[in-house]
């Protein structure tokens, strides 16, 4: 089943029996997007739950002046949505695909419905919000207390993911709208991480971490 490969990506259905993943799937649907498009629009309404199955995501708001503030990007397995599940609230945000995207969308009242006959499943999502709350914490203590090196020496090593070598998922502009700093800074910044020797870049977005413990004594 199609959606089921999908419901298997997020962390709070992975312990979900079989048949409780394929309840999941028979309501859910694909949405493809290309590079660019919008997932939601700030101000509109769903109330569906929103998955990413490939490709990225990324969430953002707009001052009255016009500038982009990213809240966070969706990778596979991170979903969006939770909130108008229960509140008759509109998105607080737009969603735009950063590449060409799969969204698995599970139809909101009946995914209600089936959170009340599996009460385990309404806890993990409770779970999951919860710590979707946590990060979102931890993201806003590091604005307020981390100098710009660090806070790009954190997000570097959280892209790499443990590899030596990755690439941004998304342009220098968002990243620097998502480290709240701006692309000018950002790519000073980055030179002098390349030349002294912590970190190397290729074209835009190929970035090679080359002294992983530099970069760690930076945050």
């Given at each position: 089943?199609?959606?089921?490969?999908?419901?298997?990506?997020?962390?709070?259905?992975?312990?979900?029996?079989?048949s409780e993943k394929e309840a999941i799937a028979?309501?859910?649907?694909?949405?493809?997007?290309?590079?660019?498009?919008?997932?939601?629009?700030?101000?509109?309404?769903?109330?569906?739950?929103?998955?990413?199955?490939?490709?990225?995501?990324?969430?953002?708001?707009?001052?009255?002046?016009?500038?982009?503030?990213?809240?966070?990007?969706?990778?596979?397995?991170?979903?969006?949505?939770?909130?108008?599940?229960?509140?008759?609230?509109?998105?607080?945000?737009?969603?735009?695909?950063?590449?060409?995207?799969?969204?698995?969308?599970?139809?909101?009242?009946?995914?209600?419905?089936?959170?009340?006959?599996?009460?385990?499943?309404?806890?993990?999502?409770?779970?999951?919000v919860s710590l979707r709350l946590y990060e979102?914490?931890?993201?806003?203590?590091?604005?307020?207390?981390?100098?710009?090196?660090?806070?790009?020496?954190?997000?570097?090593?959280e892209l790499a993911d443990g590899k030596s070598?990755?690439?941004?998922?998304?342009?220098?502009?968002?990243?620097?709208?998502?480290?709240?700093?701006?692309?000018?800074?950002?790519?000073?910044?980055?030179?002098?991480?390349?030349?002294?020797?912590?970190?190397?870049?290729?074209?835009?977005?190929?970035?090679?971490?080359?002294?992983?413990?530099?970069?760690?004594?930076?945050?």
């Open positions: 089943m199609k959606h089921k490969a999908c419901i298997n990506l997020v962390p709070m259905f992975k312990r979900l029996s079989d028979a309501i859910s649907k694909s949405k493809y997007l290309n590079k660019g498009d919008l997932l939601f629009t700030q101000g509109s309404k769903s109330q569906d739950l929103m998955i990413v199955h490939e490709g990225v995501v990324k969430l953002s708001r707009y001052s009255k002046d016009g500038k982009e503030q990213i809240i966070r990007t969706l990778k596979p397995g991170s979903f969006t949505g939770e909130l108008s599940l229960f509140l008759d609230e509109t998105h607080q945000s737009f969603g735009a695909a950063l590449m060409n995207c799969e969204i698995c969308v599970i139809e909101g009242d009946a995914f209600k419905t089936l959170l009340l006959k599996h009460p385990d499943m309404a806890i993990k999502l409770l779970e999951a979102t914490e931890d993201s806003l203590e590091n604005l307020g207390t981390l100098d710009i090196e660090s806070r790009i020496a954190k997000k570097l090593l070598k990755f690439v941004l998922p998304y342009s220098k502009k968002d990243l620097a709208s998502l480290l709240g700093t701006t692309s000018e800074t950002l790519s000073r910044r980055l030179s002098t991480l390349q030349n002294d020797g912590i970190i190397k870049m290729e074209g835009q977005r190929k970035i090679e971490i080359l002294n992983k413990i530099e970069l760690e004594l930076l945050i």
